[in-house]
């Protein structure tokens, strides 16, 4: 029973990471909490999807397109607090700024966004609005449970296998590294059967692109950062999700 109660904590505990959702107070929380919560980043993805989802759906009984993909990225970014493209954003202008690892990290701490972030966010929405509108309308409901499923998915990986790049600590830094092999296999899981079931034979090329985008990012990251961060994370999650965006808008033979 204590096993089951403690479960039930690492979800919440995710859900207050990745959301703005109202959550429970946890009582004796605890850095490891974190790390364990990984597991439910797939679920949490689901459920914003969902949300994104279910707002598409009802914005187009009053609106023809691009409004209802408007509202639903919206509704997505609005409940997420535009955690990960903030981190898009940052990422871009760091790259922009400078390629000395400190120099990036410096950059990407800093709140304010720089010409190249703003580019970056500008071009990220106009990317997943413009495949939105192109995704089959039978299929616009699971595009967004997938995408945000897979993007949410795309932390675990980098978290079990790349340290944090700030010695100084950060709100990524009790995850990086510590997310156990195990509970990546069963977020992973969760994963695999969310998408199989909306997607079918689709999800396919989806899971190839999510992971191969996870597989490049976490290469690159590794290479000019010598880790992760928040802000890698976020960037991460928002290429994952334009790309299987992307991916079920494209045009079959």
């Known amino acids: ?34 790390a364990r919560s990984a597991v439910y980043f797939p679920v949490i993805g689901a459920m914003v999807g969902l949300l994104a989802a279910a707002v598409h759906w009802g914005a187009g009984f009053l609106w023809s397109e691009p409004v209802p993909a408007v ?20 990422v871009f202008d760091a790259l922009a700024a400078s390629r000395d690892p400190k120099r990036m990290l410096e950059v990407m701490k800093d709140s304010r ?15 997943k609005l413009g495949a939105i509108v192109n ?24 978290l079990w296998k790349l340290p944090y790049a700030r010695p100084e600590g950060g709100l990524a830094g009790p995850l ?3 997310v156990s092999g195990a509970r990546v296999a069963i977020g992973t899981l969760f994963t695999l059967l969310i998408v199989a079931a909306a997607l079918r034979w689709d999800a396919v090329p989806a899971l190839i692109v999510a992971v191969v985008a996870t597989l490049g990012a976490g290469l690159f990251f ?26 079920l808008a494209a045009h079959r033979p």
Not at 121 to 126: D, F, P
Not at 135 to 152: D, K, M, N, Y
């Open 135 to 158: 995704v089959p309308p039978g299929r616009i409901a699971f595009a967004f449970l997938t995408s945000h499923v897979l993007s949410r998915w795309s932390h675990l990986p980098l």
């Open 1 to 34: 029973m204590n096993e089951v109660l403690y479960e039930v904590r690492y979800f919440w505990t995710a859900v207050m990471l990745l959301t703005r959702l109202p959550a429970p107070r946890l009582k004796g929380f605890q850095d490891a909490w974190l």
């Open 222 to 247: 590794r290479r000019r950062l010598g880790g992760i961060t928040g802000d890698c994370l976020g960037a991460a999650n928002q290429l994952v999700e334009l790309g299987i965006f992307l991916t």
């Open 113 to 127: 966004i720089g010409a190249a972030g703003a580019l970056a966010l500008v071009l990220l929405l106009l990317g």
């Open 71 to 90: 509202l639903a990225v919206a509704a997505a970014a609005l409940v997420t607090g535009g955690l990960h493209e903030d981190g898009w954003a940052d």
């Open 176 to 178: 990086a590294g510590s």
